[in-house]
């Protein structure tokens, strides 16, 4: 247990029918406790679409060798803002009707195999024709609407704001900026006066613009070029470093 605890890369095991690992899951307490995140470790079973969890560290909660087993109808990736809960995923639970089970994965390569594993799907609804974040609610597109949006903020951030602390770095309040992007979008862009200082803050436009990209259905280095955009970085890296 002490091996796999240090090294747990070293012993997860994958089979076409079976992925397993370790998954922090959310569990609810009542009120006033929230809720904590217990770590646990996880087998899938594909076929009969089964997650088997047996709690490991008592440190993060629960009771070790504790044991259940519960049957995944879906499974969501899950958008966070917040650093400490990236890797997150939403499971449907067949056993327990309307309840999400959000679980954890312990880094970016394990979420992405246990997306994959589950049958994971990217966050996206349609709505009207359009691509939307359910989560966020913003029909985020690049098209003409989008690209003006992007356009208008930066004109206004770089002549109003490239001199400002921390800029792009402190975020504007949530509900303004949930404002002003809805602004943005229903109103087009080009009819939103950015250049008013009692109206709209520098750092509510430089929030608004990261949110607007952050919600786009496919990043700006799209995931077909990512091999495209990697590869003259390491060039450069490996370069520099034989410079040395």
């Not at 770590?39 to 629960?62: A, N, P, W």
């Not at 994959?116 to 709505?127: D, I, L, N, Q, T």
């Not at 919600?215 to 091999?227: A, F």
């Amino acid at each position: 247990m002490k091996r796999i605890k240090d090294t747990p890369q070293e012993y997860r095991q994958t089979s076409s029918i079976s992925f397993e690992g370790y998954l922090y899951v959310q569990e609810k307490r009542p009120p006033p406790f929230g809720s904590s995140w217990v770590k646990r470790y996880c087998t899938f079973v594909k076929e009969q679409k089964i997650l088997h969890m047996v709690t490991f560290d008592h440190k993060s909660g629960g009771k070790i060798g504790e044991k259940e087993s519960v049957t995944l109808k879906s499974c969501v990736r899950k958008t966070t803002d917040m650093l400490d809960r990236r890797f997150c995923l939403d499971l449907d639970i067949t056993d327990r009707p309307g309840t999400v089970l959000t679980v954890q994965a312990l880094s970016e390569d394990d979420h992405k195999l246990w997306m994959r594993a589950m049958g994971g799907k990217e966050p996206m609804g349609c709505y009207l024709g359009k691509t939307l974040s359910q989560e966020r609610g913003i029909d985020a597109q690049l098209d003409d609407v989008g690209l003006g949006l992007v356009k208008n903020s930066i004109i206004a951030i770089e002549s109003r704001g490239i001199n400002d602390q921390g800029l792009y770095r402190v975020g504007g309040v949530s509900s303004k900026v949930q404002k002003l992007l809805s602004l943005m979008i229903d109103e087009r862009s080009n009819e939103v006066d950015l250049s008013a200082n009692e109206d709209w803050d520098v750092k509510t436009i430089t929030s608004a613009l990261k949110l607007y990209l952050r919600s786009l259905p496919e990043p700006l280095m799209t995931y077909g070029l990512y091999k495209e955009f990697i590869s003259p970085a390491s060039k450069f890296q490996h370069a520099n470093f034989s410079s040395r």
